[in-house]
C-alpha cells in the first residue's frame, strides 16, 4: 500500500467511526444541553438552595470580589468592575461553598 492509499484509509476509517459514533454523541450533547438549561433558570431566579443547610443564597448583592477587591453592587457569579467570572458562592448560614455553574 503507498502512503496515499493508507491516508485514504485513514479518513475513510475516521469517518465511519465518527457515523458509528454520532447517536451516542448526539445523546451526550442533549444531556448536556438540559444541564445548562437546568443551571441557566436557576442562576435566573437569583437565588439558589444550599446542597448542606437548604438557605437561600440571594446571587444579586452587594459583594466584594475576590480578583480586584472592588465592593459593587451586582451578582455574585460575575464582578462587574474587572469581568471575572465564579462558579462558586459561599453560603452565609453554614458558609459552605456551593457550586453553580
Known sequence: MTYLEKAILKVITTAFLYILASPILLIKA???IRKQLAIIDRIRDGTITCT???EAIHLNRIARCTNCSAVTP???LRCSHCGTTF???TCDACNSTVKVL
Do not use: A, F, I, P
Open 30 to 32: 442533549v444531556g448536556t
Open 52 to 54: 448542606w443547610c437548604e
Open 74 to 76: 451586582g451578582s455574585l
Open 87 to 89: 462558579q462558586t458562592v
